[in-house]
C-alpha cells in the first residue's frame, strides 16, 4: 500500500501563490486518483480537485477553477497543489489523499500541510 | 454539486452508548458514500465504503447503512478512542463532497 508524505509548512503573503507537493512511496502513483482536500482552522474537509496521474486528467472544484492547478510527476511519484491568488481565507490545513482512483474512497492520506496567508 | 447535509454537528454521549449520524444527499447517490474519522491534529481515516463496508482493521463496533439518499453511521459501545469529529462524503460524482461533521465528545 502506498504512504504519502507531504513538504512542509508554508507561509505566505496575500496574492501569492503556494505550490505543496505530496510523495508516494511502496506503491506506484499510477495505481491511484490523488485529491486535495484542505480544512480551515476550526472547520470541516473541503475538496479542490485531483489527479488521476495515469490519464493525466484533472478535475476541480468550480469554486477554485482556475486558481488551482494540480500536477503529477511520475518520475518522482509525486503530485503537486498549486495554489494562486491567495487570501486570508486560504489559510488552512492541505492534505493529499489517494484512492484506486478518483471517484474512490480515499483510502491513503498525507499528514497535512499548514499553509498560513498572513501580511 | 451534491450537497451532503450531517445531523446532528455534535452530540454528547457516555462511555458504553450508541450513537446514530445521519448523513442525506442532495440527490441519490447509490452507495458510493464513506465515512471518515478525524481526531485533532489527524489526518481523517477511512472507517467505511460503499455505504456499508468496513475498511480493513476497522473493529465491528463501527456499522453504515444507507443507500440512495440517505445514509447513517453508528457507534456502539463507546469508548474513549472513538470520541472524534465524523464526516460523510460521497464520491459518485465530481466535485467531491464532504457533509459538515459531528462531533462526538464525552458527556
Known amino acids: 500500500q502506498v504512504q504519502l508524505v507531504q513538504s512542509g509548512a508554508e507561509v505566505k503573503k496575500p496574492g501569492s501563490s503556494v505550490k505543496v507537493s505530496c510523495k508516494a512511496s511502496?506503491?506506484?502513483?499510477?495505481?491511484?486518483?490523488i485529491s486535495w482536500v484542505r480544512q480551515a482552522p476550526g472547520q470541516g474537509l473541503e475538496w479542490l480537485g485531483g489527479?488521476?496521474?495515469?490519464?493525466?486528467?484533472?478535475y476541480y472544484a468550480q469554486e477554485f477553477q482556475g486558481r488551482v492547478t494540480i500536477t503529477a510527476d511520475e518520475s518522482t511519484s509525486t503530485v503537486y497543489m498549486d495554489l494562486s491568488g491567495l487570501t486570508s481565507g486560504d489559510t488552512a490545513i492541505y492534505y493529499c489523499?489517494?484512492?484506486?482512483?478518483?471517484?474512490?474512497?480515499?483510502?491513503?492520506w498525507g499528514q497535512g500541510t499548514l499553509v498560513t496567508v498572513s501580511s | 454539486d451534491i450537497q451532503m447535509t450531517q445531523s446532528p454537528s455534535s452530540l454528547s454521549a457516555s462511555l458504553g452508548d450508541r450513537v446514530t449520524i445521519t448523513c442525506r444527499a442532495s440527490?441519490?447517490?447509490?452507495?458510493?458514500l464513506a465515512w471518515f474519522q478525524q481526531k485533532p491534529g489527524k489526518a481523517p481515516k477511512s472507517l467505511i465504503y460503499a455505504a456499508s463496508s468496513l475498511q480493513s482493521g476497522v473493529p465491528s463496533k463501527f456499522s453504515g447503512n444507507g443507500s440512495g439518499t440517505d445514509f447513517t453511521l453508528t457507534i456502539s459501545n463507546l469508548q474513549p478512542e472513538d470520541f472524534a469529529t465524523y464526516y460523510c462524503?460521497?464520491?459518485?460524482?465530481?466535485?467531491?463532497?464532504f457533509g459538515g461533521g459531528t462531533k462526538v465528545a464525552i458527556k
Open positions: 440527490q441519490a447517490i447509490s452507495n458510493f
Open positions: 489523499a489517494g484512492g484506486l482512483t478518483l471517484l474512490d474512497v480515499a483510502d491513503y
Open positions: 511502496g506503491d506506484t502513483l499510477s495505481n491511484y486518483g
Open positions: 462524503q460521497q464520491y459518485t460524482s465530481y466535485p467531491l463532497t
Open positions: 489527479i488521476i496521474p495515469i490519464l493525466g486528467s484533472t
